[in-house]
């Protein structure tokens, strides 16, 4: 059994700490940056089965990790949907704005499942590919975030006017949360089918979700989504990211049903394990080292690495970073990271199990 997948499914720790790392596929590896240059388009490499699946393999030649993420990114399912998307270089994502519901209307599933075939057949070339004992993992953007884009029209610091447009227009938002709802249940489904092993929700700018709106954008659209995906396929595990969402990070993931949530950079780890009991169904973490330690590294990269097991000892937890990888990773930073868990867990867990 895949120890990722157990662990999620059982909530229970194993005494091999599983590991991965968001955007372990990306820029900092000189094998992706050689791959990235046969496409102009970012679009277009996630759109390309073989070259996607070659993306997700690279960082496990490289590294002891426990799990692929499959290479893709949050964007493509407004493009999917029939909304314009770019990728610019140095100037991130640039999108036609949907700000009413008759912008909206020109947005359908006509060509939906189509234009996101590619993820699926990605999926199951690297399923065939992988070891059997790692874990593949499917994802999709959560509906809040990818409507900021939407209706942003690109990124942001706050993303006011599309919040400004939200608060003027609760038929417009409510109508593209439904929306985003059954397209990311469909997207994650056929990933699943495809042979996906674990499933995450990236919820990116779920810190800037206002009190006022938490139940409406967070916690209804993931929940329903989840209900779907489980519908279809009730034993896969799915792990949600309310990235900058402080404090509720529990309540959120017991929420909306989840098996695990991941953490960022910002919440102390002693104060999720001091209150992990406190609210209720157990969940798994992930997650939490600030990825800018992990590229200066240092003996502050030792000392937090061994915060976070210390913190989780005992509780159902997987090793990550609080956010992606940044370009700029030292190689060797990734490799000592992992190896201080390996160290770890042999002194502090075998020997105890
Ligand atoms: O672990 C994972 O791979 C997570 C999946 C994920 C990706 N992007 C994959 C990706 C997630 C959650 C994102 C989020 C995302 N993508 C955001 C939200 C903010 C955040 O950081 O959470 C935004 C704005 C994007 C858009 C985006 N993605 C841009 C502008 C680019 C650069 C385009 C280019 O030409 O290279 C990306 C690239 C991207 N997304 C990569 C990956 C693995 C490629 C490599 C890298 O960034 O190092």
Redesign the pocket.
């Known amino acids: 059994m895949i120890i990722l997948e157990r662990l999620l499914k059982t909530k229970k720790p194993s005494p091999r700490i599983p590991i991965w790392f ?7 590896l000189p094998e ?1 940056r050689e791959l ?1 240059r046969k496409h102009p388009s ?1 679009l277009d490499f996630c759109q390309n089965p073989k070259d996607a699946s070659e993306a997700t393999l690279q960082p496990l030649r490289r590294f002891d990790l426990d799990a692929a ?1 499959i ?5 493509v399912i407004p493009s999917a949907l029939g909304q314009k998307v770019e ?1 610019l ?1 140095g100037e ?2 640039k999108l036609t704005p949907i700000t009413s519901e008759q912008e909206l209307s020109a947005l359908n599933f006509d060509q939906f499942e189509k234009r996101l075939q590619a993820t699926p057949e990605a999926i199951s070339l690297t399923r065939q590919a992988l070891p059997k004992e790692k874990a593949l993992i499917g ?1 999709a ?1 959560a509906p809040w ?1 990818v409507a900021c ?1 939407m209706i942003q029209g690109g ?1 942001s610091k706050n993303f006011d006017e599309a919040r400004l447009i939200i608060a003027k227009d609760p038929v417009f938002f409510d109508k593209l949360m439904m929306m985003l709802v059954e397209a990311t249940a469909l997207y994650l489904i056929a990933q699943a089918k495809a042979g996906a092993d674990v499933l995450k929700l ?1 919820d ?1 700018w779920a810190g800037l979700c206002p009190a006022w709106l938490t139940d409406r954008a967070l916690i209804k659209p993931v929940k329903q989504i989840i209900e779907r995906v489980r519908e279809d396929c009730p034993q896969i595990p799915i792990l949600y990211f309310p ?1 900058g969402s402080g404090e509720k990070v529990l309540s959120l993931g017991r929420s909306v049903k989840a098996d695990g949530v991941a953490l960022d950079h910002f919440i102390d780890p002693f104060f999720v394990r001091d209150t992990y009991y406190t609210h209720g169904a157990p969940l798994a973490l992930q997650g939490g080292l600030d990825p800018l330690v992990m590229a200066a590294g240092g003996a502050l990269l030792e000392k937090e690495v061994y915060r976070y097991l210390e913190a989780f000892k005992g509780l159902p937890y997987i090793f990550n970073l609080g ?3 940044i ?1 700029s990773m030292p190689i060797d930073h990734v490799t000592r990271t992992i190896s201080y868990v390996r160290t770890w867990e042999k002194e502090n867990l075998r020997i105890a199990m």
Not at 71 to 75: E, V
């Open positions: 968001m955007r372990q596929a990306g820029r900092f992706y990235r970012f993420i290479f893709s990114d949050i964007l990728f270089t991130g994502p994802f953007g975030t884009y990124g990236f990116s990235r956010h992606g990888m370009p």
